[in-house]
Nanobody, 116 residues
Framework: QVQLVESGGGLVQPGGSLRLSCKTS????????MRWYRQAPGKERELVAS????????NYVDSVKGRFTISRDNAKNMAYLQMNSLKPEDTAMYYC?????????WGQGTQVTVSS
């Protein structure tokens, strides 16, 4: 079955960095776009970044452009989100997700808290 396991979150000061990882299994990873979403308390889940399966075309929400970088390793079935210059408003639970018919499968998420 499809499994998505996020890791790498934590508590970081404003201006700091974190690298999130998404370990996947149960599907043909390279065939699917991969996405990172986040959800802050009391807010709707927001698409933060996406990367295509082949070619690695990336897209970002405006609020993270220039600070976050999404990447993938198709040989390891892994997706990543490098987050730099973190701000308190980046505080949220972060989730990875595959596109297409797998968009309904979610992992447990990883909490990112940006606070001094």
């Amino acid at each position: 079955q499809v499994q998505l396991v996020e890791s790498g979150g934590g508590l970081v000061q404003p201006g700091g960095s974190l690298r999130l990882s998404c370990k996947t299994s149960g599907f043909a990873f390279s065939w699917y776009d991969m996405r990172w979403y986040r959800q802050a308390p009391g807010k709707e889940r927001e698409l933060v970044a996406s990367i295509s399966g082949i070619g690695g075309t990336t897209n970002y929400v405006d609020s993270v452009k220039g600070r976050f970088t999404i990447s993938r390793d198709n040989a390891k079935n892994m997706a990543y989100l490098q987050m730099n210059s973190l701000k308190p408003e980046d505080t949220a639970m972060y989730y990875c997700n595959a596109g297409g018919k797998l968009s309904g499968s979610w992992g447990q998420g990883t909490q990112v808290t940006v606070s001094s």
